[in-house]
């Protein structure tokens, strides 16, 4: 299994500015995930984010609005940049664990509760 | 393009009622399905994974199964509590990757 660590677990920002969001995870892994889950709605993934490239964007997403670091093998970045109200949101972020996709579980973190005012 | 759905949206039992929830998919070759639960505001607990090999998983009151050919899978509860209120989904992996589809969630209450 794969334990996983967002920060900022909840922040309420002003519209305008960024915000970072962190994940960490307590092993290597080789792909990283980042989804979004706006009020009242299901889970939408943003991208992909692969170590030593440039993150795959779903579509509807930009790099612009959303640019993702990916430094090494247990650590991602997600920004939300010159957020507005649309942008609140839970921004999760997921991992495949080793082995092969469709044997294991994939792994959340517990997220980060966005509030932009 | 793959879709989930999930029926109903929303549920609302006494305690001790056992209950079913119901995903559906639309593309039948998925490698896996799996079950969350999400309290509010929270991020997401796996529950159970089904492989596309196997038809039902157990883990303690959960029960999941799963029908390929009908693109349809069940999260059975049995003996609901309280602490069982939150929204369950249900989400397949793209093939042969983790990027997950999700549906749209069911809201489950319980009242003691």
């Known amino acids: 299994s794969a334990v996983i660590s967002q920060k900022p677990s909840r922040d309420i920002c002003q519209r305008g500015t960024s915000l970072t969001i962190q994940c960490q995870v307590d092993?290597?892994?080789?792909?990283m995930f980042w989804y979004r889950q706006q009020p009242g709605q299901s889970l939408t993934l943003i991208a992909t984010?692969?170590?030593?490239?440039?993150?795959?964007?779903e579509s509807g997403f930009v790099i612009d609005k959303f640019p993702i670091s990916r430094p090494n093998l247990t650590f991602s970045t997600l920004t939300v940049s010159n957020m507005s109200p649309e942008d609140s949101s839970i921004y999760l972020c997921?991992?495949?664990?080793?082995?092969?996709?469709?044997?294991?579980?994939?792994?959340f973190g517990q997220g980060t509760r966005l509030t932009v005012v | 393009k793959q879709e989930v759905t999930q029926i109903p949206a929303a549920l609302s039992v006494p305690e001790g009622e056992n209950l079913v929830l119901n995903c559906s998919f639309t593309?039948?070759?998925?490698?896996?399905l799996q079950w969350f639960r999400q309290d509010p505001g929270k991020g997401l607990t796996s529950l159970l994974l089904?492989?596309?090999?196997?038809r039902e998983q157990t883990s303690g009151r959960l029960n999941a199964s799963l029908d390929k050919s009908s693109g349809r899978s069940t999260l059975y509860i049995a003996a609901s509590q309280p602490g069982d209120s939150a929204t369950y989904l249900c989400?397949?992996?793209?093939?042969?990757?983790?990027?997950?589809?999700f549906g749209t969630g069911t809201r489950l209450k319980v009242l003691a």
């Open positions: 997921s991992v495949d664990p080793p082995g092969t996709p469709g044997n294991t579980e994939a792994f």
């Open positions: 092993s290597q892994v080789t792909m």
């Open positions: 984010a692969n170590q030593g490239s440039e993150a795959t964007y």
């Open positions: 593309d039948s070759a998925i490698y896996n």
């Open positions: 089904i492989q596309s090999s196997q």
């Open positions: 989400a397949v992996p793209t093939s042969g990757t983790y990027k997950y589809i």
